[in-house]
């Protein structure tokens, strides 16, 4: 599977009215998005929202992103900095979410914002999308569409397979370009901060600000849902490994476990791209064999290995819900 295949199959446009109509009256569609297949709701309705924290089994203090039509619906419910601005315009309708302060009328409703005075906000790079946000004629919170602490899901089956009847209707265009959630940026105040990394790299947010990202204290958890077990396969990880034995999977990169008999290979060609794409999909298709562990060959952290290996490492931390709470293996958190 490559990153750069042929276009996506698009719903009809009946399709897309029904699933507008879902949402007006505060149901759940899962649709693609250039990133991630996202599971939206009207992000004007506390109703709504609700739903989606109580499908994804999401603590309710763990903001949403508002995916908005264009610029003017962006700038109608935030105020954006100079560096907001030049990042929206440079690199919007894309992999990129701007935190920005919320204006006192701002319609995306509060529980979609955890309460904050900051809203996230996205305007995405994928037709389906953007035909369900204008069809809805509102912003629509987003989240990743699997259950909270799991996989991001990349394929319309693996949103039905992880919120089954959980969702009402899910819009099928094939699998996702980019594979990595986007980048998350906050332009709060005069410095600009990465709250995490995604499918636009470091590197060319920085090449349009002109100057370095500031990173995010550690100590300080400004983006709740970069917290450290996240992303997380039934499977235990090894990283940056290339050795395995026997009742182990291998998740390759650049070929350097060839013999290995159960293995995928995120990229034959050590294509960043391409292994950006395969991620999720691979490390739940290396699941699905219930392997002991998965060994995950070294990735360079450059680029888009910057968001790869972020993904990796979450997915290897000691299994956590979302709210901290143990949790046990398998289950989803
Ligand atoms: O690519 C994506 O971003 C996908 C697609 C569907 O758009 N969405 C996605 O959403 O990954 P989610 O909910 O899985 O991640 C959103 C992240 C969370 O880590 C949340 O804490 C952070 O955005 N976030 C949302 N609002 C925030 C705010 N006001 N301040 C800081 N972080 C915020
Ligand atoms: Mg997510």
Not at 139 to 147: C, G, T
Not at 293 to 316: H, K, M, W, Y
Request: charged share 20%; aromatic share 4%.
């Amino acid at each position: 599977m490559s990153a750069s295949g042929s276009p996506p199959p698009l719903p009809s446009v009946d399709d897309i009215e029904r699933a507008a109509a879902v949402i007006r009256r505060g149901g759940l569609v899962g649709v693609p998005t250039e990133t991630v297949y996202g599971l939206a709701a009207d992000a004007t309705s506390d109703a709504a929202v609700a739903r989606i924290y109580a499908a994804k089994r999401r603590p309710t203090f763990n903001p949403l992103i508002a995916h908005v039509a264009d610029r003017a619906a962006a700038d109608a419910q935030a105020h954006f900095t100079p560096a907001a601005r030049r990042l929206a315009d440079a690199f919007w309708p894309g992999p990129l979410t701007l935190v920005v302060r919320a204006r006192t009328d701002a319609s995306v409703c509060l529980s979609a914002r955890a309460g904050l005075g900051s809203v996230a906000l996205r305007w995405p790079d994928h037709p389906t999308m953007q035909a369900l946000i204008a069809a809805a004629g509102r912003p629509l919170a987003a989240p990743s569409a699997n259950r909270s602490g799991r996989v991001s899901p990349v394929s319309a089956a693996h949103v039905r397979d992880d919120l089954g009847p959980d969702v009402d209707v899910v819009l099928d265009s094939g699998l996702c370009r980019i594979g990595l959630e986007s980048t998350i940026v906050a332009c709060l105040d005069g410095a600009v901060r990465l709250l995490r990394p995604g499918g636009l790299s470091r590197a060319r947010i920085e090449d349009v600000l002109g100057t370095e990202l500031v990173g995010v204290d550690a100590t300080e958890i400004i983006a709740p849902g970069a917290l450290r077990s996240h992303y997380a396969p039934n499977a235990p990880l090894r990283l940056g490994s290339v050795d395995y034995g026997k009742g182990e999977a291998v998740l390759d990169f650049g070929g350097q476990m060839p013999n290995a008999p159960c293995r995928l290979d995120l990229s034959p060609t050590g294509d960043l791209t391409e292994a950006g794409h395969n991620l999720f999909a691979y490390l739940r298709q290396l699941d699905e064999a219930k392997p002991q562990i998965i060994v995950v060959a070294p990735i360079p952290s450059t680029g888009l290995g910057e968001a790869l290996n972020d993904r990796l490492q979450r997915a290897a931390a000691p299994r956590t819900g979302e709210d901290g709470t143990p949790r046990e293996r398998g289950m989803p958190s």
